[in-house]
């Protein structure tokens, strides 16, 4: 079955600190994966893809997202976390099966303290 | 690039009264739109695929009598919450593919979604 799964509900970073925010998947054929940020009463924000290349991909905002095919991981990173990060954090992998559905993560909520 | 907008942002209506949500995307043609429901502190549940000029694709478990979905043009699709009931309030987003140069891009580019609440 093909499914994403993010296994903290929360992260919490201090300003200034690095972050990761993790993401593994299952999925039949080659993953086609994404990372979306969610404000507060808001739709989601495209963050970053990987489809094929390099498997450090570069996004928005300073995001960066690392694909390991071995451990079937896609984590989300960067170097530095500002405040404003603070959001909820979705990862997606394409359904292979039909009509590119996308089926996401439940979610992690990044919270960056000054 | 890529921008989809909502309308209405929020809405309230009376139980049994019937709600219609647009869904655009404003600068690219989209042959396939995603209306999603998002509960409070959850992920999205895809609801169902929406392909211009043709039937939408319903999720497993989702009425379709109840919700009704058109595609009429490639740059607008609709949601109708027929017969609304507290339980449908809710939180709708809808989504669009976007196509490249160089063909289907995959991501979606998601709209800001609709309150509703139904009374």
């Known amino acids: 079955a093909q499914s994403v799964a993010q296994p903290e509900d929360q992260v919490n970073v201090a300003e200034g600190n690095p972050l990761t925010v993790k993401c593994t998947y299952s999925?039949?054929?080659?993953?086609?994966l994404f990372w979306y940020v969610q404000y507060p009463n808001r739709g989601l924000q495209f963050l970053l893809k990987y489809i094929t290349g390099d498997n450090l991909v570069k996004g928005s905002y300073g995001f960066e997202a690392e694909f390991n095919k071995s451990q079937t991981s896609f984590h989300l990173k960067k170097p530095s976390a500002l405040v404003s990060d603070s959001a909820l954090y979705f990862c997606?992998?394409?359904?292979?099966?039909?009509?590119?559905?996308?089926?996401f993560g439940a979610g992690t909520r990044l919270a960056v303290h000054p | 690039g890529a921008v989809v907008s909502q309308h209405p942002s929020r809405v309230i209506c009376k139980s049994g009264t019937s709600v219609k949500i647009e869904c655009r995307s404003l600068d690219f043609q989209a042959t396939t739109m995603f209306w999603y429901r998002q509960f409070p502190k959850k992920s999205l549940m895809l609801m169902a695929t929406s392909n211009e000029g043709s039937k939408a694709t319903y999720e497993q478990g989702v009425e379709k009598d109840k919700f009704l979905i058109n595609h009429a043009s490639l740059t607008l699709s609709t949601l109708t919450v027929t017969s609304a009931h507290p339980e449908d309030s809710s939180f709708y987003i809808c989504?669009?593919?976007?196509f490249g140069t160089g063909g289907p891009t995959y991501e979606q580019y998601f709209g800001p979604g609709t309150r509703l609440t139904v009374t």
């Open positions: 989504s669009a593919r976007a």
């Open positions: 999925v039949s054929g080659n993953p086609y």
């Open positions: 997606a992998v394409r359904d292979p099966r039909g009509y590119n559905k996308l089926i």
